[in-house]
């Protein structure tokens, strides 16, 4: 389960290919990360609206079980209607965001690397709003709703 170019070659990131993603939290290996990437998930968590209330200790907390995951372009990370156990922290690469009521798809946002995605579901306890599809290889954070 090599990592692939996303991590540099550093870590034995695991690696998803297609498909749809929503990982068990508990499958994905515990791996500390690089004070670099703590500090990446700890900017985009702090910089999301629901979380503006955590203060540093807690923002550190969520870091430090934060797990990495690289995954293919095409790979679904949230399906609209599901129901949400993990948040994302989109490291690298692009996703692309979907409504798909009545059965059609519209793309209706893209998000850039260091946001945030499934945190509606997480914090209000709901299934997931809208389907998120890596645009390119992705770098994510996994952190579970536990967590919270």
């Given at each position: 389960?090599?990592?692939?170019?996303?991590?540099?070659?550093?870590?034995?990131?695991?690696?998803?290919?297609?498909?749809?993603?929503?990982?068990?939290?508990?499958?994905?290996?515990?791996?500390?990360?690089?004070?670099e990437?703590?500090?990446l998930?700890?900017?985009?968590?702090?910089?999301?609206?629901?979380?503006?209330?955590?203060?540093?200790?807690?923002?550190?907390?969520?870091?430090?079980?934060?797990?990495?995951?690289?995954?293919?372009?095409?790979?679904?990370?949230?399906?609209?209607?599901?129901?949400?156990?993990?948040?994302?922290?989109?490291?690298?690469?692009?996703?692309?965001?979907?409504?798909e009521?009545?059965?059609?798809?519209?793309?209706?946002?893209s998000?850039?690397?260091?946001?945030?995605?499934?945190?509606?579901?997480?914090?209000?306890?709901?299934?997931?709003?809208?389907?998120?599809?890596?645009?390119?290889?992705?770098?994510?954070?996994?952190?579970?709703?536990?967590?919270?």
């Amino acid at each position: 389960r090599a990592g692939g170019g996303l991590d540099g070659g550093k870590t034995s990131m695991p690696r998803a290919r297609g498909g749809f993603v929503e990982p068990s939290y508990d499958q994905l290996p515990e791996e500390a990360l690089s004070s670099e990437d703590r500090a990446l998930v700890i900017s985009a968590v702090e910089s999301n609206t629901y979380f503006t209330c955590l203060d540093s200790e807690q923002l550190e907390n969520i870091a430090s079980v934060a797990r990495p995951l690289a995954i293919d372009a095409g790979t679904y990370i949230t399906k609209q209607g599901t129901e949400g156990d993990n948040l994302y922290v989109l490291a690298d690469g692009r996703a692309d965001v979907f409504d798909e009521l009545k059965g059609r798809s519209k793309r209706i946002a893209s998000i850039p690397a260091g946001r945030v995605i499934g945190d509606g579901a997480v914090v209000f306890d709901r299934s997931r709003s809208a389907t998120v599809r890596a645009s390119t290889p992705c770098k994510l954070f996994v952190v579970s709703r536990d967590v919270f």
